[in-house]
């Protein structure tokens, strides 16, 4: 009998932690994940994780530890964007938004010490990423009137 009781005991305790955990995980109020979309409305509030590097004729992107920096950033229509890779291995920065069929920028393998740049006319968000190391290079260029 007392292993009757005991088991029942176990098993609703163990019924109320998966239903407490199940909860936990719907849970509403929870951080939405982040997306890959990117908004291109600028307003004069910075989006959190933003540079605001509006005003400069050419801006520097650093390709470094596997790394971009600064990740994601604002600028004005006309500016240069220069990658510079400070690594020893090649990257090769491409654009997530498509002309057709091919990205809009590919700047192939840019070797050590190489840079690649870029000037974009048109306002809009624009994600890319390291082909070689896509998983953990990526940034997004939001291109303000």
């Known amino acids: 009998m007392k292993n009757i009781i005991?088991?029942?005991?176990?098993?609703?305790?163990?019924?109320?932690?998966?239903?407490?955990?199940?909860?936990?995980?719907?849970?509403p109020s929870a951080p939405e994940p982040e997306t890959d979309r990117v908004?291109?409305?600028?307003?004069?509030?910075v989006p959190v994780g933003y540079f605001d590097l509006r005003g400069n004729r050419e801006v520097l992107i650093s390709l470094q530890e596997f790394d971009i920096n600064p990740e994601k950033i604002i600028i004005d229509r006309g500016t240069k964007i220069i990658w510079k890779?400070?690594?020893?291995?090649?990257?090769?920065?491409?654009?997530?938004?498509?002309?057709?069929?091919?990205?809009?920028?590919?700047s192939q393998n840019?070797?050590?010490g190489n840079s690649f740049e870029i000037t974009l006319a048109e306002a809009g968000g624009f994600p890319y990423r390291c082909a070689a190391h896509p998983d953990t290079m990526k940034?997004?260029?939001?291109?303000?009137?």
Not at 7 to 27: I, R
Not at 39 to 45: G, H, L, P, Q, Y
Not at 88 to 105: E, I, N
């Open 110 to 112: 840019i070797k050590s």
């Open 85 to 106: 890779n400070s690594d020893r291995v090649f990257h090769r920065v491409v654009s997530d938004t498509l002309v057709g069929d091919k990205p809009l920028f590919d």
């Open 39 to 45: 908004s291109a409305e600028i307003t004069d509030e």
């Open 6 to 27: 005991l088991a029942a005991l176990v098993s609703g305790l163990l019924a109320l932690a998966g239903l407490s955990l199940f909860f936990w995980y719907l849970n």
């Open 139 to 145: 940034g997004v260029i939001i291109v303000d009137e």
